[in-house]
């Protein structure tokens, strides 16, 4: 085994921390304090070609791998949250279904204007009444002549307000027989499609987070992604990739928070000593660098899996499952760490928190990385 990372995933990975502790780390505390997205951090991703960075540069990407990928999302996360999730969900969920589904004609139209980050793409997927079970999409699209007519309504959709370009899942009613569900292409701006309010949020304030409404919203026949009634194998592809990057967010947001605290250990006197030295604090940060090291590895493993072309469904939920669980713990131990300053939003820490629990719940709750798990070693053992 190669634990190494590769000449060109280091350049990916001191170029992308050099860029985001540099220009998106000092802008994190006020994107939080007003909510205020951060439009200019990706103006600056865009030409530094990270919008696009696993996708190849026929289609504006930049050929990267996904353990590339990965530790860019990391090192963003690291700095800031909100511009991680919204990297994270443009890059995995926008433009990953024209890659792996789309039509030569769609990844030129849709893929490569993405991928070069002029515009931001978006994945309608959960709804008000669905959450974890994706499958009793009540979206409905009817068709129509040449065109589709779509009627419903998405919630939680990251960047769904600012998206140039949506893909909403919706049940497909053919000739009156409901032939399953299927991906669209819905464009910004096309009549009856309206992005709802921005919700309020615990953290990840700077990230868009919008509700999705379709009212007798007409698309034309090709704007169907992949085959008509193979939306939900599709979506639950995209979804396994795009836990890796949630792993590698959840990871960045954890070695934020130990950083702090270690810096604060060091600096905070109690009792005529840095607290560094008293061995409650000392297990608090051991325990955290473990689990985040071990988190690290499982992230680098599912990536590496992709990129080999091998299945990794269960290893992205482990990756997931556990970095995100992991960040949790970090985050919590340095909120302690901190003491009262810790519940400050003066402080970096609270934030870290507040931004690291909704690694736990999007794209897969614990519960379902659970399940998943489950349900592929179970599967591994009828073979044995």
């Known amino acids: 085994m190669d634990f190494d990372l590769t000449d060109e995933q280091r350049l990916i990975r001191d170029t992308v921390r050099e860029f985001a502790q540099n220009e998106v780390a000092p802008r994190a505390h006020e994107v939080d304090e007003t909510g205020r997205f951060p439009e200019e951090n ?194 639950l592809i995209i979804l396994d990739g795009g836990r890796i990057s949630i792993g590698a967010m959840a990871l960045g947001l954890g070695v934020a928070a130990l950083e702090a605290s270690l810096g604060y250990s060091q600096e905070r006197h109690a009792f005529g000593r840095p607290i560094a030295d008293y061995q409650a604090i000392q297990w608090k940060l051991a325990d955290s ?32 499952l556990f970095a995100s669980e992991a960040a949790e713990k970090a985050c919590f131990e340095a909120i302690q760490v901190y003491g009262g300053y810790g519940y400050s939003r003066e402080y970096p820490v609270e934030r870290y928190y507040r931004d690291n629990r909704l690694t736990e719940i999007g794209e897969g709750t614990s519960e379902i990385m659970r399940l998943v798990i489950a349900r592929n070693i179970l599967k591994e053992s009828e073979g044995l």
């Open 289 to 320: 660098a473990m689990l985040l090291d071990a988190a690290r590895l499982l992230i680098y493993q599912a990536a590496w899996l992709k990129d080999q072309g091998q299945p990794f469904s269960k290893e992205a939920a482990i990756a997931k």
């Open 42 to 235: 990706f103006k600056t991703m865009a030409e530094l070609g990270l919008m696009g960075l696993p996708y190849p540069e026929k289609y504006g990407g930049a050929g990267g791998d996904t353990v590339s990928y990965a530790l860019a999302v990391e090192e963003i996360s690291r700095a800031c949250g909100s511009t991680g999730l919204t990297y994270a969900a443009h890059v995995s969920l926008g433009c990953a279904p024209f890659y792996l589904f789309g039509t030569e004609a769609q990844k030129q139209k849709y893929l490569t204007h993405l991928a070069s980050g002029q515009g931001f793409g978006a994945f309608g997927l959960t709804e008000p009444q669905g959450g974890s079970d994706a499958g009793s999409t009540k979206t409905v699209a009817v068709k129509d002549g040449n065109e589709w007519v779509i009627n419903g309504s998405k919630m939680w959709i990251t960047s769904g307000a600012i998206a140039d370009v949506i893909i909403a899942t919706a049940r497909t009613i053919v000739d009156g027989q409901d032939q399953g569900i299927t991906c669209f292409i819905v464009e910004k701006g096309t009549p009856g499609f309206t992005p709802g309010k921005n919700e309020p949020k615990m953290g990840l304030k700077g990230s868009i987070t919008s509700q999705l409404f379709f009212e007798d919203c007409r698309i034309p026949a090709e704007n169907v992604l992949g085959e008509i009634g193979r939306g939900f194998r599709q979506m």
